[in-house]
């Protein structure tokens, strides 16, 4: 398969509301079964790293991403799957989740130097938007890992930007602000949102290979 | 020289009050003698893209990155000098700098387009925090280019959502926010900002490369 072209996308709350919301109450419950069997502990449950069960409202299972041997602490990930079901994406955060959101810093980076002996200050914890699946999670590696996971602008977040966002500049900055990420042509949400690709544009993209370089001037 | 240990900084408005403005204060005239160069023609003339010099309030020099061929378009690198010399970086914007950061948008997505046939949505533009100098600059970059310049959160901000926080969510946003970013060891910051190494984490540094994998359990 020829790689796709991307876009950058300017997500209004407008957009969101119109095009995105529904889009993901549209995605099969089906696709998350995996998070809620992890939650549950009928899967997974010897891969677990910390499960934290005290409030429902603030806990969370961390557990190794499946991109990582579990070995090389370079490309340490791991992945933090939040209890509370409600909580869609980083457009559904409000100063309500700052429990929760403080709960998953503050436990990882007390746990993560422990057992790994990655230090606080060298992780990357951070928040994909748009994620990979509708079930609120994040993400967590070793700031020496940076050819794998996406945690370039236009698609990640820190959670202590979140966090900071939330507390001290807006409550609601996650539903007021334009979010703007980088989407694949293939992506479903990519023609819903209407990019135009112009007649030109197209042209420019089928003979894309001959094109890649500007001749000497 | 052997790779540099990073850390994660939280600079809040106070450490930058303290620590960083004056460091920035400190730093050697000279080191920017070649931004002012560029921006009155004296230097780099020829290589100009773009010379905005209606308004000095919102205009700008766009020149090639000298890391860039000037002719690969995957790896198209442009940065964008603005003319006013009253703002060093990224926590100097307020609402009064609208019209230039819009000003410097709407220009580069009009005029890269025609000129390299990169479309304006398949265009990073960004901003550094810390710059790695303290004249405000922005980076224009191909999207398709990912290996070379740093475009990781916790270094750069997109120019539309710093347009979008300053507009949108508060006109102090870079006033009273906490700004996250991966500092080295050697950077003159770093110790400056007393990021404490404990005797235990040197101890770990020195002996890294036996370290950096889990033993078996």
């Known amino acids: 398969m020829s790689p796709q072209n991307r876009h950058m996308i300017a997500e209004t709350p407008e957009i969101y ?3 995105v919301e529904p889009y993901i109450k ?3 419950a089906s696709r998350i ?63 309500s989740h700052l429990p929760l959101l403080r709960n998953v810093r503050d436990r990882v980076c007390a746990v993560v130097p422990a057992k790994y002996g990655v230090q606080a200050d060298e992780l990357r914890i951070f928040i994909h938007y748009q994620p990979s699946y509708y079930h609120f999670h994040i993400h967590v590696t070793s700031m ?21 966002n ?6 609601d900055y996650y ?8 989407l694949g042509e293939r992506h479903p949400l990519f023609e819903r ?3 135009p690709l112009s007649a030109e544009k197209r042209e420019s993209e089928e003979t894309a290979e001959g094109k890649n370089m500007l001749g000497d001037k």
């Open 33 to 95: 079964q995996w998070v809620y069997n992890a939650l549950e502990g009928t899967a997974e449950a010897e891969r677990v790293v910390l499960r934290d069960e005290a409030d429902v409202e603030t806990g969370f299972v961390l557990l190794p991403d499946s991109k990582w041997d579990c070995k090389t602490l370079d490309t340490l990930y791991l992945q933090v799957l939040v209890l509370r079901r409600d909580i869609r994406s980083l457009r559904d955060l409000t100063r």
């Open 144 to 164: 020496r890992y940076i050819a794998g996971p996406n945690i370039s602008i236009g698609q990640s977040h820190l959670l202590d930007t979140v966090i900071d």
């Open 26 to 28: 549209s995605t099969p």
């Open 166 to 171: 939330i507390e001290h500049i807006a409550g």
């Open 17 to 19: 509301k119109m095009v």
């Open 175 to 182: 539903q007021r602000c334009t979010l703007h990420y980088v």
């Open 193 to 195: 949102l209407g990019v």
